[in-house]
């Protein structure tokens, strides 16, 4: 016959199922801290080594709301990393300061309402997306994307935001901020432009920036609505290139995307590093955009290729396109 447990027993066996859940429970809790603590202590590790200056409140300017344009401002392909005879961290450290001064000079000029800024992919040159790549940069991937770029992406956004009432930042990533080479089975997602986007708007909310709006996109393209009109953005490897610049290739490409992706009449396209723009049929309008990147050796050999180094900014108002900028830096 079975020995009916005494009542210190019970609470003995009850004491020991209880140690356990709690060992479980702590356990458990112990995992999340460390995924996230890690993040966390990447990113304040990241920032410690950072200088971000205070931003100062947006100074309010007396402004016509209806007649107001409103600033679209087209940040692309800066590949800081990347090691040439006229281009290094240093080099588009300096050029970003330059186009940020003159961004800054036109705003104060026009006057407009809403700033709009895309940052088009390729900010990170990467470390390891084609043979040899480590022998063409100066600074590893990981500084890159938590670093450099998101310090410069603050730069702009710091100096510009006292300047006008409302940011809004779209973000859409680059073929070199893939985590490997081409065709790696990787997640889309897994990209370092994504990461330095992500990075820069936690500086920009360190900083003090309040106007500040951030779609981050993890898909392919992003939307923005710029004076009421859609302007679709893309990096642009998705589209043929070449020298001259294809444009039958993007043409081709608009006019697919026109059926699949609703409410844009403007389309901006990255990744050639090539600056032209142009009507493409009756009321569809692209802008092709150049890098501050400069003395590309592969550019120059296999694509018999070599822009400025440019960056694009314009207006607009509800009629449509008022005004296109050269941003130029020596
Ligand atoms: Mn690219």
């Not at 692309?76 to 000079?105: C, F, H, I, M, P």
């Not at 569809?284 to 400069?294: A, C, N, Q, R, V």
């Not at 296999?302 to 960056?311: C, E, H, S």
Request: aromatic fraction near 8%; charged fraction near 25%.
């Amino acid at each position: 016959m079975q020995k009916s447990p005494t009542p210190y027993e019970g609470i003995e066996a009850e004491l020991k199922r209880l140690r356990t859940e709690v060992r479980k429970a702590y356990n458990k809790l112990a995992k999340q801290e460390t995924t996230e603590s890690l993040i966390n202590q990447a990113v304040t590790e990241a920032l410690k080594s950072v200088k971000v200056q205070p931003v100062q409140p947006p100074k309010k300017r007396k402004r016509n709301k209806k007649q107001s344009p409103e600033a679209w401002l087209c940040l692309s392909d800066w590949q800081v990393g990347k090691k040439t005879d006229t281009y290094s961290t240093e080099v588009a450290g300096k050029r970003v300061r330059q186009l940020t001064n003159q961004a800054a000079a036109l705003i104060r000029k026009e006057n407009p309402k809403v700033l709009h800024i895309v940052l088009q992919g390729d900010m990170v040159e990467g470390e390891a997306i084609f043979a040899g790549q480590p022998f063409e940069i100066d600074e590893d991937l990981w500084t890159q994307a938590v670093k450099t770029v998101p310090k410069m992406i603050t730069h702009v956004i710091t100096k510009l935001s006292p300047l006008v009432p409302k940011i809004k930042v779209a973000c859409v990533h680059g073929n070199h901020g893939r985590s490997g080479f081409k065709g790696g089975g990787h997640s889309r997602k897994t990209n370092w432009d994504l990461v330095a986007y992500n990075t820069a708007s936690l500086m920009c909310q360190i900083a003090g920036v309040t106007n500040a709006h951030w779609d981050i996109s993890e898909e392919w393209f992003v939307v923005q609505k710029i004076a009421g009109h859609g302007m679709m953005c893309v990096h642009g490897d998705q589209i043929g290139g070449g020298c001259p610049f294809n444009v039958a290739a993007i043409y081709k490409k608009a006019m697919g995307w026109t059926h699949n992706i609703p409410d844009w009449k403007f389309l901006s396209v990255g990744h050639h590093h090539t600056h032209a723009s142009g009507e493409l049929n009756k009321d569809i309008y692209f802008f092709l955009s150049g890098s501050p990147e400069s003395g590309n050796e592969f550019a120059r050999e296999k694509l018999a290729q070599g822009g400025l180094a440019l960056q694009r900014m314009c207006f607009f108002n509800t009629s449509g396109l008022l005004s296109e900028h050269l941003l130029k830096m020596d």
